[in-house]
Nanobody, 115 residues
């Protein structure tokens, strides 16, 4: 399984972006999906998850600004990010996990929020 992220860009504070993650196969019926991010000099951190059944969870600090969704027909996972802040600057990664056995990562897409 390959995951390919896109949509990262440089934006000003308050702006919006929508990240996409295209999977090489139809996996949403089996894999829990997630977005992570890694800021310079920091550890990778979880942003949002979407379970096989459609349940969504977010890091508390991002609730209300970020939204995770998926489109099965396109094998695509999305992350809508609104009211972006400078501290959202990071490389954003797509993750797919099946039980505790199989896990896949994308290559990441850079998001830079700066005035």
């Amino acid at each position: 399984i390959q995951l390919v992220e896109s949509g990262g860009a440089s934006v000003q504070p308050g702006g919006s972006l929508r990240l996409s993650c295209v999977a090489s196969q139809s996996i949403f019926a089996f894999y829990d999906m997630a977005w992570y991010r890694q800021a310079p000099g920091k550890q990778r951190e979880l942003v949002a998850t979407m379970a096989v059944g459609g349940g969504r969870e977010y890091v508390d600090s991002l609730k209300g600004r970020f939204s995770i969704s998926r489109e099965g027909a396109k094998n695509t996972l999305y992350l809508q990010m609104d009211n972006l802040k400078t501290e959202d600057t990071a490389v954003y990664y797509c993750n797919a996990k099946y039980l505790a056995c199989w896990e896949y990562w994308g290559q990441g897409t850079q998001v830079t929020v700066s005035s």
